[in-house]
């Protein structure tokens, strides 16, 4: 396998010690042998840096590993941009510390991005590990493993608007195009919304039918705290990219699209009380022209900061 082919597994963990060696593992045993590993500490306070430290001295030679240890959290869009840029790597993976990847996955992913290698980014199927221990795949699949409806590619940046289609995971990426791109939006609290909506308005999106990667959500991941009463660090993020979606779009269906978001965005920002980012929302919604009772309800409910987000705790 040529140099050219190779890929790049950056992991970027922070308090995942219970999990790291598992994550770290999983890479190793990757049947894709053309491959480097690049695994970051961001300034952790329970012992993933030592669990990380002691998995390296025990594989070494057997995997080439590059490891960062940070005193400090750094932002975690900038920082894989910092190492995004050492990057030389035909293709790369944004691995969490706290999940696993299935010893095909890169091999799969790999193999579909070489059939077009114009392609911003594939994608696969997973299993989510929700905090009960129950398991189930992101897509439907029936008893024989089939997925119960395809996986649809037509007009996948306005899906993408529209709703969380993809689990980022999964994701492997085109180098080249993901640098030219300029990386991860720094201004931003999470990243993949925001890099896989600019990547599918400019370039194509591959799916390979496989499941590559085992998801865990639990209290700690940082989706759980999308909607966090009062708090959420991520609504913020969410009200940029749905404004950098309103510069991009061209077409009525694609502003359509953003209406749809920006609803259902804006329920869960008001039913957790975040009214500052729902607000944005509502001008963002105003912009666009939505004009809908719904739209109506939610303005006033904004202006009055309706504070019922003890039930919206109670209902998750």
């Not at 590619?153 to 195009?177: D, G």
């Not at 991009?248 to 920002?269: C, D, F, G, S």
Request: charged share 20%.
């Amino acid at each position: 396998m040529d140099v050219a082919a190779k890929v790049t597994v950056i992991c970027i963990a922070y308090n995942h010690g219970q999990w790291i060696e598992e994550t770290l593992e999983s890479v190793r045993l990757q049947d894709y042998h053309a491959k480097e590993l690049i695994v970051v500490d961001n300034g952790s306070d329970d012992d993933t840096a030592e669990r990380i430290k002691s998995w390296v001295n025990q594989t070494s030679g057997e995997l080439p590993v590059q490891t960062i240890f940070n005193q400090t959290m750094q932002p975690y869009c900038g920082l894989f941009n910092q190492v995004l840029a050492q990057v030389s790597s035909q293709y790369l993976v944004d691995l969490s510390g706290d999940d696993v990847l299935y010893p095909e996955h890169l091999s799969e992913s790999i193999l579909e991005l070489q059939s077009e290698p114009g392609a911003g980014f594939v994608f696969s199927d997973a299993y989510i590990l929700d905090h009960k221990g129950e398991v189930k795949s992101f897509y439907e699949r029936d008893h024989a493993g089939d997925l119960v409806e395809p996986v649809e590619l037509e007009n996948i940046y306005l899906r993408l608007i529209k709703q969380s289609y993809i689990c980022s995971a999964t994701v492997v990426f085109n180098v080249a195009i993901l640098q030219s791109e300029g990386g991860y939006d720094e201004t931003l609290f999470y990243e993949d919304f925001d890099i896989m909506i600019r990547l599918s308005r400019n370039h194509p999106v591959l799916f390979s039918d496989h499941i590559g990667v085992l998801k865990r959500k639990h209290g700690g991941s940082m989706s759980a705290a999308q909607y966090r009463p009062y708090q959420s660090r991520m609504l913020p993020s969410t009200v940029k990219v749905c404004s950098k979606i309103s510069q991009m779009n061209l077409y009525p269906e694609e502003n359509q699209a953003l209406a749809i978001r920006i609803l259902h965005e804006l329920k869960h920002a008001l039913w957790s009380a975040n009214f500052e980012p729902a607000r944005e929302l509502i001008r963002l919604g105003e912009n666009l022209g939505i004009k809908n009772l719904r739209f109506t309800i939610y303005k006033i409910w904004a202006k009055k900061a309706w504070d019922i987000s003890w039930l919206y705790v109670w209902l998750k």
